[in-house]
Protein backbone atom coordinates (compact mmCIF):
# COMPACT_ATOMS: atom_id res chain seq x y z
CA UNK A 1 0.00 0.00 0.00
CA UNK A 2 1.74 2.88 -1.16
CA UNK A 3 -0.05 5.63 -0.55
CA UNK A 4 -2.69 6.51 2.01
CA UNK A 5 -5.80 4.98 1.08
CA UNK A 6 -7.00 4.68 3.97
CA UNK A 7 -7.94 8.19 4.20
CA UNK A 8 -9.55 8.47 0.28
CA UNK A 9 -9.80 5.07 -0.86
CA UNK A 10 -8.94 2.18 -2.43
CA UNK A 11 -9.18 1.62 -6.53
CA UNK A 12 -10.95 -2.07 -7.04
CA UNK A 13 -11.89 -4.04 -10.16
CA UNK A 14 -15.14 -5.71 -9.68
CA UNK A 15 -16.56 -8.21 -11.84
CA UNK A 16 -19.05 -11.03 -11.86
CA UNK A 17 -18.83 -14.60 -12.03
CA UNK A 18 -18.89 -14.94 -16.14
CA UNK A 19 -16.11 -12.51 -16.05
CA UNK A 20 -18.46 -10.42 -18.99
CA UNK A 21 -19.71 -7.54 -16.40
CA UNK A 22 -15.65 -5.78 -15.17
CA UNK A 23 -16.16 -2.42 -13.25
CA UNK A 24 -13.27 0.10 -11.94
CA UNK A 25 -13.86 1.30 -8.86
CA UNK A 26 -11.62 4.20 -8.14
CA UNK A 27 -12.51 5.64 -4.80
CA UNK A 28 -13.72 2.92 -2.69
CA UNK A 29 -14.46 3.95 0.85
CA UNK A 30 -11.54 2.39 3.14
CA UNK A 31 -14.60 2.88 6.11
CA UNK A 32 -17.59 0.65 4.47
CA UNK A 33 -17.95 -2.86 4.88
CA UNK A 34 -17.44 -5.11 1.44
CA UNK A 35 -21.24 -6.11 2.15
CA UNK A 36 -21.95 -1.77 1.41
CA UNK A 37 -19.61 -2.53 -1.90
CA UNK A 38 -21.36 -5.38 -2.48
CA UNK A 39 -24.95 -3.88 -2.50
CA UNK A 40 -23.55 -0.49 -4.26
CA UNK A 41 -22.18 -2.72 -6.96
CA UNK A 42 -24.78 -4.92 -7.36
CA UNK A 43 -27.13 -2.12 -8.84
CA UNK A 44 -24.54 -0.29 -11.08
CA UNK A 45 -23.38 -3.80 -12.54
CA UNK A 46 -27.03 -4.51 -12.87
CA UNK A 47 -26.93 -8.34 -11.69
CA UNK A 48 -29.73 -10.04 -11.03
CA UNK A 49 -31.61 -9.42 -7.32
CA UNK A 50 -33.48 -12.50 -7.61
CA UNK A 51 -33.31 -16.17 -8.98
CA UNK A 52 -35.23 -17.47 -11.71
CA UNK A 53 -38.41 -18.67 -8.89
CA UNK A 54 -38.35 -15.00 -7.56
CA UNK A 55 -36.34 -15.72 -4.34
CA UNK A 56 -33.71 -13.16 -3.41
CA UNK A 57 -29.98 -13.88 -4.30
CA UNK A 58 -27.24 -13.17 -1.81
CA UNK A 59 -24.05 -12.11 -3.60
CA UNK A 60 -20.16 -13.05 -1.80
CA UNK A 61 -17.30 -11.58 -3.15
CA UNK A 62 -14.52 -13.44 -3.57
CA UNK A 63 -10.78 -11.79 -3.04
CA UNK A 64 -8.89 -13.52 -6.17
CA UNK A 65 -5.53 -12.05 -4.40
CA UNK A 66 -6.59 -14.79 -1.24
CA UNK A 67 -8.66 -17.18 -3.26
CA UNK A 68 -11.39 -16.73 -0.55
CA UNK A 69 -14.91 -15.25 0.17
CA UNK A 70 -14.72 -11.97 2.07
CA UNK A 71 -17.39 -11.42 4.90
CA UNK A 72 -19.64 -8.49 4.27
CA UNK A 73 -18.88 -7.24 8.01
CA UNK A 74 -15.25 -6.99 7.18
CA UNK A 75 -14.01 -3.07 6.36
CA UNK A 76 -12.57 -2.78 3.04
CA UNK A 77 -9.39 -0.76 4.07
CA UNK A 78 -8.48 -3.77 6.31
CA UNK A 79 -9.36 -6.87 3.56
CA UNK A 80 -8.63 -4.99 0.85
CA UNK A 81 -5.10 -3.54 -1.32
CA UNK A 82 -5.28 -1.03 -3.76
CA UNK A 83 -6.12 -3.10 -7.49
CA UNK A 84 -7.49 -6.16 -5.94
CA UNK A 85 -9.56 -7.93 -7.97
CA UNK A 86 -13.16 -9.08 -6.67
CA UNK A 87 -15.84 -11.40 -8.45
CA UNK A 88 -19.05 -11.13 -6.88
CA UNK A 89 -20.89 -14.29 -6.91
CA UNK A 90 -24.79 -15.36 -5.86
CA UNK A 91 -24.90 -18.10 -3.43
CA UNK A 92 -26.38 -20.74 -4.21
CA UNK A 93 -27.94 -23.74 -2.33
CA UNK A 94 -27.97 -26.89 -4.02
CA UNK A 95 -30.74 -28.86 -3.31
CA UNK A 96 -33.66 -26.73 -1.94
CA UNK A 97 -36.83 -27.01 -3.43
Do not use: C
Not at 27 to 37: H, I, K, S, Y
Not at 61 to 69: I, P, Q, S
Amino acid sequence: MGKAESATGIALEVSDVSGQKVFSVSNAPAVNTVGELIHEMLGKMNLPRNDSGGAPLIYQARLEREGRHLHASERIGDALESHDRLTLQPNIDAGLA
